[in-house]
């Protein structure tokens, strides 16, 4: 594979680091401003399982967010979409153990008066609270939980980390852990100074769509300055090449929604697109997003393996990513890495059912950077060597198409017993 | 569901009974001038399993073809692709246990002394012997088998029922039994007179790929007097709507092939497309290739159920059949059908994700004809019913989109237990 070295690969995490970001503590509570809480509301059976979680800015700040392009949407994703295009807000309110999908007008109603009860006990208005719910399809959320249960999140919103980790928590459904992140580093700024800034939040989701438990749900936070513009293509930018590059299943769900809030409370200049600090900040989200991806697809329902596919020398950047997808995708691909099988027959025929077009004579591939094929011919391999590079936690399938200089990378898990277990066992 | 009547779905099969064909016996020599034979070769280490199979017309005759549309395709369908193109055509010598497939120069030097070999034996020329292979990918075919094989399936060929189920036996993999159809009915001649013609055949494939194995491979027959053009139309019409319509895992494989012969050995007009008989041979054809189909999706690894999704109500028949896809290749649509669980939260997700514009208003959704969504709303239904519905061999999934008249209709199976261990416990 002469196009290959996994070293040239682009490394989103390299890119943030490169402007000096590093792994901070706080969560969604990093940057300055941001407070969360997270509790037991009722809106699950087990009193010992939070079930509500609510991030909320000092005061108004910029807001962007991106929903699922799903045409079956939930309620709360359609009140969202609405308030998130006016580029401010205040809070979001989040609740699992119910999606509030194909709940019709009913739904809609609870959505809406769970924000006007949460603006008038923040005190805001009630166009600045967002909402967003994941679990059970197809049953009337209650508004019970919300009566008892906003006055006392409210109470409890704090700037600490353990504030934070309750509301990450709060959220899960399927998930076998609480997934955050948080970085700070300098925004430079244009009299050559700096000013330190933190990028932080969490996510939930461990299936596209879990066993009739709808979405993935992410609030990341950051106290840089962003406009809303900024902000809105900065997350943009970085859910395009995290979020929307995994795949556990193929199926993407109801309930999938993603906030950004910017309080802008560790000063220095405003950030537009065309200002100093843009990229570093830009790098900073997307590394963010980035690491959330990668505990998804790691903790993807019943996996045992976080695959990264990298497809090189496509021809153009939708032929890569159309067969990373192919290959990410393939139930043959996915058993086979569960089966510590380095199968680069399925790979290559996965890569090329999709539609892209490539002369097999061109393509390499390699598993774990050992050639497999070249020249769309087998290369003999070391199989103990290659059985034992299976034992690592992560595994990399590279294809190499020879045909242009466009590349992609999409992570998943692999396709076992226990998913299987999970999702043919699971009773609606 | 106001548009869904099962009784209204065009079926297949109905076409072709309602201009007078019933099943016969025979397979693919259900069709006069038709011989088949299948031996063992020894391409296979087991002595005891077919391996080589032939079909030979009495002598050259019309043959239309159709191949995969994987950019990894095998040398035998290089080379058969090309030869088929003349229209017309003697025999095609088949094996299974080796896929000749990343091959390279030396695969199609062996797929072309194959043909060369049965050529030379049978009396014809080179171009007019087709070829396909099926079983494992990368390893090159060995040529040794034909040189004792090649005299011997010529000596076996035979007009009779067991010489076609000796061929249908010799293509299998993991296909779990041999799959043959064969139907007799009249052709309508221009004088109001009608000839009986027969349409038969034989289909190897039980995953799109197999666990590195390669292959549908389907050889059908006719001895109505199809003119190329009428026998390439009739045959991409039927495959269009049959074989391209399953999917047991969204895999396509490198070798896939479908030849049909045509004789004319029942005498009366020559058929183009613009013959009164016309119509009839294309729906005996299409019912043969649906048949077929069916039999390949409910021999699926894996899997103990087949599976039928309709999708009804699309505003174009594009958009009616990505829905069907995406509802056919969805994990989680698959393993809820494995657990006996009408999960219409899944089936919904998965028509929503597919990038199809509908309001999820107007959508109703049936499992076995018992309605689980009306309006986007979930029905209650009757636990126990739907459960005793779940315990027959086929399963229907119906959804309405309500955006216009388009249908499609595509076959899958479950997702089990047995396909993880099928292609997860396979090692290369």
């Known amino acids: 594979m002469t196009s290959y070295d996994p070293l040239a690969i682009p490394q989103m995490d390299d890119a943030a680091s490169s402007f000096g970001f590093s792994p901070c503590e706080g969560g969604v509570c990093a940057a300055a401003g941001m407070k969360a809480a997270g509790i037991s509301a009722g809106f699950r059976k087990n009193p010992e399982r939070l079930d509500m979680a609510l991030v909320a ?22 009140v969202s979409r609405k308030r998130a295009a006016s580029g401010h807000a205040r809070a979001v309110v989040l609740n699992s153990g119910n999606a509030n999908a194909a709940t019709g007008e009913p739904g809609i109603k609870c959505a809406l008066d769970a924000t006007s009860l949460v603006a008038q006990t923040l005190g805001c208005s009630a166009d600045d609270v967002l909402v967003a719910s994941t679990g059970v399809i197809g049953v009337q959320l209650p508004f019970e939980p919300y009566v008892g249960g906003v006055p006392a999140i409210v109470a409890a919103l704090d700037h600490s980390a353990a504030a934070a980790h309750d509301a990450a928590c709060a959220v899960m459904t399927t998930d076998t852990h609480p997934k955050e992140v948080s970085l700070e580093g300098p925004a430079p700024q244009s009299d050559g100074t700096s000013v330190t800034v933190h990028v932080g939040g969490f996510v939930k989701g461990s299936g596209m769509i879990q066993p009739n438990m709808a979405t993935m749900l992410c609030v990341l936070s950051t106290d840089a300055p962003l406009t809303a513009k900024a902000a809105h ?15 556990v299943d193929s199926d993407t769900s109801t309930n999938d929604s993603c906030f950004l809030f910017a309080t802008g409370e560790a000063g220095g200049e405003k950030i537009d697109e065309a200002s100093p600090a843009y990229p570093a ?24 393996k976080l695959v990264t596919v990298d497809v090189l020398g496509a021809a153009s950047q939708d032929d890569a990513d159309t067969v990373a997808f192919a290959i990410a995708n393939s139930p043959l691909v996915k058993t086979a890495i569960y089966g510590h099988d380095a199968n680069w027959g399925r790979v290559a025929a996965a890569a090329g059912k999709c539609g892209v077009e490539f002369d097999q004579s061109c393509v390499d591939i390699d598993f774990m950077g050992v050639p497999v094929l070249r ?11 290659m059985l034992r590079r299976f034992e690592a936690p992560e595994i990399n399938v ?13 992570w998943t898990c692999d396709l076992t017993h226990d998913y299987v277990k999970i ?4 009773r609606t």
Chains 1, 2 share one sequence.
């Open 398 to 410: 590279a294809i190499s198409l020879g045909q242009g200089d466009a590349h992609s990378r999409v």
């Open 233 to 247: 293509s900065a997350l943009l930018a970085a859910v395009k090449q995290s979020f929307n590059k995994v795949t």
């Open 375 to 385: 020249g769309g011919l087998p290369v003999g391999m070391d199989e103990d060597d």
């Open 57 to 78: 800015a000092d005061k108004p700040c910029t807001v962007a967010a991106t929903f699922t392009q799903n045409r079956f949407c939930a309620a709360p994703v359609q």
């Open 281 to 304: 900040i830009a790098a900073a989200i997307k590394a963010a997003t980035t690491n959330l991806a990668r505990q998804i697809a790691a903790d993807g329902e019943g996996s045992t």
């Open 423 to 426: 999702n043919g066992e699971y």
